[in-house]
């Protein structure tokens, strides 16, 4: 084979032509996308390239023909904001993505968005960008791999690789991932550290002077370190025994951003910006390259198309293991087929009917016989909590997973918040398994950023989340959300449940379960609440219908009261009172809140409209106008039942606000525009 460039014959004695023919390809055609759309990050590419292709083209498992093969190896971009480097090397190796679209990086409907988002771009695992969050994603990529050969050795035995930078080393979620990852010993998890020394600000040791082998190695990894990181050979060696390792492995590879662009290479002005036409035209000058954009060698292609071809065998060799396996265990490959396809089992309704109800208990409480008697059933449902299983209610007597035993259901995520929710992400898209976590709604802050690439991957991860009110009590305003319930909703995509007794949080997990396009937080209660009996014949399935249920009718209302939560009986115990006073009186339990408000003309509405939640009114005002009971301040100290007392959380309140809005509304000039428009608040 003849190793040409566009301009000259140029050779390495270290790579070999060929592959220094590729990187260079890499590079330029990741600078020219970022030229081309004067927009993007070329100094990572250029810098990464070598690490890049060697792990794609001598280790990395895939088919592009096939991206989604169960037992391909995962690559994430944790890195993301280098993502012309994956487009690049997605395009070479053939998955779909012609250069048409690296023309159109970063445009407007173009298939090369400015970072990596899954189900956008073929090849991508994972949306990244938010730093640190694609490591903690492969983490949990890799303990799906590991939880997955523990119940199907005979079809499970990929690797999980991630290239990160300096930032995502220096966000917390890191050190949370890696110190899940070590601790749990995930030794087919490799990770390559993109070593640049160079933030947006400048050199990278001016805010972080971090050892970062000793700190992984303190982490319980195996470590290594390539000083160049232009070293294809060392590279490779570096991956060979990485994969060797039975720890997970972190490979500090020494790069200079923006390699070969004279003037701006190694500094920060090679990070967030294109290379400008006279650095970018020297650059290619340098390496024997001509001026024009977007060129592919055909000794490229052609190597890059038999690299596939061998992707093709290796994936052809895993689906012969798969034969065999149907064969000798029809049973056990059902099961698999079920869970890769995300199918509920059959007998779900009779497992969700036969829980008990009727009993006055904390919705956390219901939640977990519900978790419990799905769990034993249902053996892809896994996860666990931030160390707060018996407070969550997510103890459900299946085993633990270990380092020792990956074949439990239960995780002990610590106390680790933001990294259990990015763990899930990875667990859900490495496919297989049905994730869910649990903490309390308060600590929501620490792992919102990875509930928001839930919804905006569209991962069905279930968030258990409890001690949903200011009726956590002497805790104090630490511990008693407020905002957060409402700051949840805001997320587009996110499915909100609060139930009020038992009957609804058994819908919500029903609802939570069904869903398979987006995640499902459940907020429960802390306390004790009674079970309330419908008083409209709602169906079990309400939930996705019309998001809410009458619990207390009333033919021709004066006044609907509807209400979420802990505060649902409160509206019921007020609703009688009112009755009493002559103002007929109907309660809604809205659970799915947003689903309610886009079908509340089901229900009718009453000439007075009202809102009760412990929490921040805002969201509701577009149901209630200023009829809207909640909390817009900071909790309090003291016991629960005071506290809630203390912030009009009581049925003598609610009275009491009632009876204000309704005679407000009688002695209103009676129009249309008395009343808020009904839609989604």
């Keep these: 084979m003849t190793i040409t460039t566009p301009d000259t014959h140029k050779t390495t004695p270290r790579s070999g032509a060929i592959d220094q023919l590729a990187i260079d390809t890499i590079r330029f055609l990741a600078a020219d996308m970022v030229e081309e759309a004067n927009s993007g990050h070329a100094g990572m590419p250029m810098g990464a390239a070598p690490m890049a292709w060697t792990l794609f083209s001598r280790h990395l498992a895939h088919n592009p023909a096939d991206s989604a093969w169960a037992d391909r190896d995962r690559f994430v971009l944790s890195a993301g904001h280098g993502s012309a480097l994956q487009y690049a090397l997605l395009h070479l190796f053939g998955y779909g993505l012609p250069l048409s679209e690296l023309r159109r990086f970063r445009q407007l409907g173009s298939a090369t968005p400015g970072h990596p988002e899954l189900g956008h771009t073929d090849g991508v695992e994972t949306t990244t960008g938010p730093l640190g969050q694609g490591l903690a994603t492969a983490v949990g990529m890799a303990l799906g791999e590991r939880m997955n050969a523990a119940r199907y050795p005979e079809i499970t035995g990929h ?92 490979i500090a590879i020494r790069t200079v951003i923006g390699h070969g662009a004279p003037g701006i290479e190694g500094t920060s002005k090679a990070h967030g910006a294109p290379l400008g036409a006279t650095v970018l035209r020297a650059a290619k000058k340098n390496a024997g390259w001509g001026d024009q954009r977007f ?58 009917d036969g829980i008990e109800t009727g009993i006055d208990r904390a919705t956390r409480q219901t939640s977990q016989a519900v978790l419990a008697a799905v769990a034993a059933q249902m053996p892809e449902l896994i996860g666990g909590s931030a160390d707060l299983a018996g407070s969550t209610g997510t103890v459900t007597g299946q085993d633990a997973v270990s380092a020792l035993d990956f074949a439990g259901s239960v995780i002990h995520f610590g106390i680790r918040e933001f990294a259990m929710a990015a763990v899930l992400n990875g667990l859900s898209l490495h496919g297989g398994f049905r994730p869910y976590g649990s903490t309390f709604l308060v600590f929501s802050d620490y792992l919102r950023p990875a509930l928001r690439l839930s919804a905006l991957m569209r991962q069905p991860v279930v968030y258990i989340l409890t001690h949903d009110s200011v009726a956590v009590g002497e805790d104090g305003p630490t511990h008693q959300p407020v905002e957060h319930i409402e700051s949840l909703r805001l997320i587009p995509g996110v499915r909100v449940f609060r139930p009020a007794d038992d009957h609804e949080t058994i819908a919500a997990w029903r609802a939570a379960l069904r869903h398979t396009s987006g995640p499902s937080v459940l907020i429960l209660s802390r306390q004790t609440l009674p079970s309330l009996e419908s008083a409209d014949g709602t169906e079990p399935d309400f939930l996705t219908s019309t998001g809410a249920r009458v619990v207390r009718q009333a033919e021709q209302p004066d006044i609907d009261i509807i209400a ?88 003598d309140n609610i009275v009491r606000r009632a009876v204000a809005a309704a005679n407000a509304h009688h002695s209103a000039p009676h129009d249309n525009d008395q009343h808020p428009t009904e839609g989604n608040s």
């Excluded at 396996?325 to 396809?341: G, L, M, Y």
């Design 564 to 651: 979420t939560g802990s505060e649902v009986h409160l509206a019921v115990e007020a609703a009688v009172a009112l009755h009493a006073r002559g103002l007929v009186t109907r309660v809604i339990s809205a659970p799915w809140r947003e689903r309610f408000a886009e079908n509340s003309g089901v229900f009718g509405r009453a000439p007075v409209v009202m809102s009760v939640e412990a929490g921040t009114t805002l969201g509701w005002q577009g149901l209630t106008g200023t009829n809207a009971i909640g909390i817009d301040e900071f909790g309090a100290s003291g016991p629960g039942d005071e506290v809630l007392a203390h912030f009009g959380m009581s049925a």
């Design 295 to 352: 060129v592919v060698p055909a000794e490229v292609r052609e190597r890059c198309a038999e690299l596939a071809m061998a992707g093709a065998r290796q994936q052809a060799a895993w689906t012969r293991r798969y034969d065999t396996f149907e064969h000798a265990s029809p049973v056990r490959c059902a099961e698999w087929v079920r869970a890769q396809d995300r199918e509920l089992p059959e007998h779900l309704e009779e497992i969700l």
């Design 159 to 250: 690797h999980t690789y991630a290239i990160v930078g300096d930032g995502c080393l220096m966000e917390g979620v890191s050190h949370e991932a890696a110190s899940l990852a070590g601790h749990l010993g995930l030794g087919r998890l490799i990770v390559l550290f993109d070593d640049n020394d160079i933030t947006i600000d400048g050199p990278a040791g001016q805010s972080c002077s971090d050892d970062q082998l000793m700190r992984f190695a303190a982490y319980g990894w195996h470590v290594a370190r390539v000083d160049d990181g232009t070293d294809v050979d060392a590279i490779d060696a570096a991956l060979t025994a990485a994969k060797a390792a039975e720890r997970p492995s972190f």
